[in-house]
């Protein structure tokens, strides 16, 4: 397996990329990576923090623990420390092309602000990055099309990050939602019928015994104002 | 009893107002008086909906030019194809630099080319890797497409093809929803040579099952392994999934390939190409992709000795209301629930037009044949759309020299104007610009559609479909465009026009005020005035006399 690792590509960079030599790429017929940056430190960040090892499998059978998916990851979220050094180990169990991209980190470091993680088919990469200090949720997902809107999509927090991002698979309900026929059954029209004529009998009941509760009001008017009567003297 | 009179009077005095009512309703149409309504003008030159004709983005992509040792022939087009693609497509992802497989998507394995088993100096076996891409596809996080492909100004369609095996992004770039160039309708066509041994895998990346036919194509029935290798419904490729079929075709001609599971469904969102396999000759490297189809910028040996240009031709039709459903969610359940069982495609209509992926006016950028006269120019012409097509050549008589991939016997050669071409059959065209009256009636910006009129339409709005021209060089500039018709170009490259929401003849400086859209007609308030009181008095009367027929009878 040959591996081609090309340094400075400017011409798959813009100009202002090739003035950096954090460009890094590395292709092969199996895959390739964009981006890997296992040493330098983001600028406010003193040293690594922590070195986390994080397996990442990708594949139409891990959306089998979801309901609506066809892709997805094994897992959907990471939490990390800031200014920790992540080194992925993408496994792909499918026999197509997956990715794992993972976007905002500072384009200094990362052209187009991405680390890029590519398996052409089943097989194995493996990549590190380091994050900044910045309390911050990255995007985790597989650009192919249609692979992130059908569930391959995932979340890197780092110091707790900002939040979640939508439609997270079982952590984050979509921003457009699918709508669903509800399950109207005999038991929900009984329930809704049942609920109209309770609602009807209330103010029935009131009206039929009105004169009873004027009398208990009054009397509960008379005891408050016998209360305060006491008070006042 | 006086209150007796005045309730009867008061009800006589609410049947008058109900006759008044009746006669004053308003109507939200009314007829005009002596002078209707202005016209008013609407089109888009006033708006940001009107586009650059053409975009001019790769202007260095025309030239003819050498790339890797592959000669890539000058396309005066508008949007010509990447020439570094065209290269890659004729020596394979194995056989070329790693500097011009970077000026392409190609995944470094879609395409492997080795093995001269003949030692005729061209390798003859090739592994091709096919994907299948969703356009213009649903987006969980917002209402939006992504991965976008306008086949018209503001027309996007979701549309299913098969695509090389690409790496990196599907999208343009990172401020784009708009699929990057390689993820195109229509699916790519497919060259080979005869007798070459070919592997073409389906890498499913899309969320259904789909198949690859070879339809025409010498393939056996089986794979040596004794799989399937007929791309059959019941061998559905799954999503994840792949399979390889395996030919090695002993015929030439222009033959498909397409998906045949759920066919009538799949092949209509697009899932369909063609695939020509060309005559063995020497050092015969052919262009194993021609993305997007349209002009062959490296033709084949055998295709030189005959003629100075090739073009490939793919007809395909869209069904709005079918392709509209991938849009409608994202749960594949739903998808496929909706399109299996919901939709009944035997109540299926064809809105769009395409040739080559684009209808009218985006033909003109990349789907225009560019002659010069006396030049000999071949046509593969392939109908993958729903109904037939009866191609006109305007201002020209083309020869069919073959049908399906056979070579018509020479007393059965065809020179017409209209090509009668049903469902998924192919013709295969020699279109000469020899000024003989005849063949070409001269120089000329000449149109070339399906004359089923349709066909030249985009969901009803003319001029659209697959209208394209045969553009002699002497009337087309340097960016591909026919030179005049200015007024009609500004008018058609607008996405209102095709929204139906400007006049066609609006833009016609003589006739705009005659042919623009009629205003509206002013409210006649007068109208409107005597109608609400009389029907507020009646409602309030009739109150009235409620309350005093309560009374009386209290």
């Given at each position: 397996m040959k591996l081609i690792i090309l340094l400075l590509l400017s011409s798959l960079f813009a100009p202002a990329y090739a003035a950096m030599d954090h460009s890094r790429m590395m292709m092969n017929e199996k895959g390739m990576v964009m981006n890997a940056n296992p040493d330098e430190l983001p600028r406010d960040c003193t040293k690594i923090s922590e070195n986390v090892d994080i397996t990442i499998r990708a594949g139409h059978k891990h959306a089998l623990k979801f309901t609506g998916k066809m892709f997805?990851?094994?897992?959907?979220?990471?939490?990390?420390?800031?200014?920790?050094?992540?080194?992925?180990?993408?496994?792909?169990?499918?026999?197509?092309?997956?990715?794992?991209?993972?976007h905002g980190l500072p384009g200094y470091l990362y052209p187009d602000g991405m680390v890029h993680l590519e398996l052409y088919g089943e097989g194995q990469l493996q990549a590190s990055f380091i994050v900044p200090s910045q309390k911050k949720t990255y995007l985790v997902h597989c650009e192919l099309a249609q692979h992130a809107e059908k569930g391959m999509k995932a979340q890197l927090k780092v110091d707790g990050g900002d939040g979640d991002l939508p439609s997270i698979p079982g952590i984050s309900a979509a921003v457009n939602a699918d709508s669903y026929t509800v399950d109207w059954t005999s038991n929900t029209w009984a329930a809704l019928v049942f609920c109209v004529l309770l609602g009807f009998a209330i103010p029935m009941v009131i009206i039929m015994n009105i004169a009873s509760i004027k009398e208990a009001v009054v009397k509960m008017w008379g005891l408050y104002g016998h209360i305060g009567r006491s008070k006042l003297d | 009893m006086p209150k007796k009179y005045s309730i009867l009077l008061i009800l006589l005095l609410c049947a008058a107002l109900g006759t008044t009512a009746f006669f004053l309703v308003p109507s939200t149409t009314d007829k005009a008086t002596i002078n209707p309504p202005a016209t008013v003008?609407?089109?888009?030159?006033?708006?940001?909906?009107?586009?650059?004709?053409?975009?001019?983005?790769?202007?260095?992509?025309?030239?003819a030019q050498v790339i890797d040792g592959v000669t890539v022939d000058v396309s005066g087009l508008c949007e010509p194809d990447n020439p570094f693609d065209v290269a890659v497509a004729v020596k394979g992802t194995n056989n070329v630099s790693m500097a011009t497989l970077m000026q392409t998507?190609?995944?470094?394995?879609?395409?492997?080319?080795?093995?001269?088993?003949?030692?005729?100096?061209?390798?003859?076996?090739?592994?091709?890797?096919?994907?299948?891409?969703?356009?213009?596809?649903?987006?969980?996080?917002?209402?939006?497409?992504?991965?976008?492909?306008?086949?018209?100004?503001?027309?996007?369609?979701?549309?299913?093809?098969f695509a090389p095996k690409s790496s990196g992004m599907a999208l343009k770039n990172f401020n784009s929803k708009a699929a990057n160039p390689l993820l195109r309708a229509p699916s790519p066509v497919i060259r080979v040579e005869q007798g070459d041994k070919v592997y073409i895998t389906l890498e499913n990346t899309h969320y259904l099952p789909h198949t690859i036919h070879l339809h025409g194509v010498d393939h056996p029935w089986m794979?040596?392994?004794?799989?399937?290798?007929?791309?059959?419904?019941?061998?559905?490729?799954?999503?994840?999934?792949?399979?390889?079929?395996?030919?090695?075709?002993?015929?030439?001609?222009?033959?498909?390939?397409?998906?045949?599971?759920?066919?009538?469904?799949?092949?209509?969102?697009?899932?369909?190409?063609?695939?020509?396999?060309?005559?063995?000759?020497?050092?015969?490297?052919?262009?194993?992709?021609?993305?997007?189809?349209?002009?062959?910028?490296?033709?084949?040996?055998?295709?030189?000795?005959?003629?100075?240009?090739?073009y490939d031709l793919h007809y395909q039709s869209v069904d709005k209301k079918l392709a509209s459903i991938v849009q409608t969610a994202n749960d594949p359940r739903l998808i496929a629930e909706r399109m299996t069982r919901?939709?009944?495609?035997?109540?299926?209509?064809?809105?769009?037009?395409?040739?080559?992926?684009?209808?009218?006016?985006?033909?003109?950028?990349?789907?225009?044949?560019i002659a010069d006269e006396n030049e000999h120019i071949k046509l593969h012409v392939a109908n993958l759309q729903r109904s037939s097509v009866a191609l006109h050549t305007h201002g020209h008589k083309a020869t069919a020299v073959a049908f399906d991939g056979v070579e018509a016997p020479a007393g059965l050669l065809m020179t017409r104007d209209v090509f009668d071409i049903a469902p998924a059959q192919r013709i295969d065209l020699h279109l000469e610009t020899k000024n003989d009256g005849l063949h070409s009636y001269g120089a000329g910006v000449w149109m070339f559609h399906d004359h089923v009129p349709m066909g030249a339409s985009t969901d009803g709005i003319e001029p659209g479909g697959n209208i394209a021209l045969i553009a002699y060089k002497s009337l087309v500039d340097e960016q591909g465009m026919p030179k005049g018709h200015i007024e009609m170009v500004d008018q058609v490259f607008s996405k209102d026009y095709y929204a139906k929401k400007q006049a066609v003849w609006g833009g016609n400086k003589e006739f705009s005020p005659l042919l623009g859209d009629a205003g509206l007609l002013a409210p006649n308030y007068g109208r409107i005035i005597g109608f609400g009181l009389a029907i507020g008095l009646l409602v309030g009367l009739l109150l009235l006399v409620l309350r005093l027929m309560q009374r009386k009878s209290s």
């Open positions: 997805a990851f094994d897992q959907q979220e990471w939490n990390v420390k800031p200014c920790a050094k992540i080194n992925i180990t993408f496994i792909n169990d499918d026999q197509i092309r997956h990715q794992i991209m993972v | 003008y609407n089109h888009g030159e006033e708006t940001s909906s009107v586009e650059k004709p053409c975009l001019n983005e790769h202007p260095e992509w025309r030239a998507h190609f995944a470094q394995d879609a395409l492997t080319m080795s093995n001269d088993t003949d030692g005729d100096g061209d390798p003859d076996e090739i592994h091709i890797k096919l994907e299948v891409v969703e356009l213009n596809g649903s987006s969980p996080d917002d209402n939006f497409l992504i991965n976008t492909f306008d086949v018209a100004p503001g027309i996007q369609p979701a549309l299913w093809v794979t040596a392994e004794g799989q399937d290798n007929d791309g059959m419904e019941e061998h559905a490729v799954f999503p994840g999934k792949q399979h390889t079929y395996q030919i090695q075709p002993r015929h030439t001609g222009t033959m498909l390939y397409h998906c045949h599971v759920q066919t009538a469904q799949h092949l209509g969102m697009g899932m369909g190409g063609m695939f020509i396999v060309e005559e063995n000759r020497p050092n015969n490297w052919v262009q194993t992709f021609n993305i997007g189809a349209g002009q062959v910028r490296h033709p084949a040996v055998a295709v030189k000795e005959t003629y100075s240009q090739e919901q939709y009944n495609m035997t109540e299926s209509f064809e809105n769009y037009f395409l040739l080559n992926g684009h209808a009218f006016p985006y033909t003109l950028r990349d789907s225009t044949i």
